[in-house]
């Protein structure tokens, strides 16, 4: 059972900083793209950054330049630097993975439960 655990997520004030992790943990043969989302309450869940295998990097145009999203050496983890957190970031941050569980299978998504980022003004 292939499971996404998110930490790192709490309560700051506006220009802090949060570091978020996440580690990918079952029986599997390779993870692909990894990558981090928000949702914060009553819009739609968008995405904040994405992370290739080979360490390449998409962001969101709202974090450019204040988060910085990076893969672990084992590649099954992947962090997310925020800095100079604003309100408006405030949401539940989930952790996606591209994973395959065997060399054969297709590459699956899955996500993980979600760690709350809460930015006070």
């Known amino acids: 059972q292939v499971r996404l655990l998110e930490s790192g997520g709490g309560l700051v004030q506006a220009g802090g900083s949060l570091s978020l992790s996440c580690a990918t943990s079952g029986s599997i043969f390779s993870v692909n793209a990894m990558g981090w989302y928000r949702q914060a309450p009553g819009k739609q869940r968008e995405l904040v950054a994405t992370i290739s295998s080979a360490g390449s990097t998409n962001y969101a145009d709202s974090v450019k330049g204040r988060f910085t999203s990076s893969r672990g050496n084992a590649k099954n983890t992947v962090y997310l630097q925020m800095n100079s957190l604003k309100p408006e970031d405030t949401a539940l941050y989930y952790c996606?993975?591209?994973?395959?569980?065997?060399?054969?299978?297709?590459?699956?998504?899955?996500w993980g439960q979600g760690t709350q980022v809460t930015v006070s003004s």
């Open positions: 996606n993975a591209g994973v395959r569980l065997t060399a054969w299978s297709r590459l699956d998504d899955y």
